[in-house]
């Protein structure tokens, strides 16, 4: 059975926005955190940004202040709201569950910024 499944990427001009959607199955807290990744063609996955039960999100340098992780009032989306969005920013966008012992990661969905 799926467990997260990332919607909303598509192709977008620079300087524009994208909100994506990653819905889980039940809610976000069975996991013990919750993450952005991406992943450019030819590079590492990159952490963007991780959200907690409680406490601060925390986002990477390479988007703190574009980019803004927010929750459903049913906690079953996370969702990553993308602005100013720049050619570098092209990648697969991808959502992660941690758990004490395992991860769940979703499909992942294409983000292209180009003119």
């Known amino acids: 059975q799926v467990q997260l499944a990332e919607s909303g990427g598509g192709l977008v001009q620079p300087g524009g926005s994208l909100r994506l959607s990653c819905t889980i199955h039940?809610?976000?807290?069975?996991?013990?955190?919750m993450a952005w990744y991406r992943q450019a063609p030819g590079k590492q996955r990159e952490l963007l940004a991780t959200?907690?039960?409680?406490?601060?999100?925390s986002y990477a340098d390479a988007v703190k202040g574009r980019f803004t992780v927010s929750r459903d009032n049913g906690m079953n989306t996370l969702y990553l709201q993308m602005n100013n969005l720049k050619p570098e920013d092209t990648a697969v966008y991808y959502c992660?569950?941690?758990?004490?012992?395992?991860?769940?990661w979703g499909q992942g969905t294409q983000v292209t910024v180009s003119s």
């Open positions: 992660k569950g941690r758990r004490d012992d395992s991860e769940d």
């Open positions: 959200v907690y039960p409680t406490g601060p999100t």
């Open positions: 039940g809610s976000i807290w069975r996991y013990n955190a």
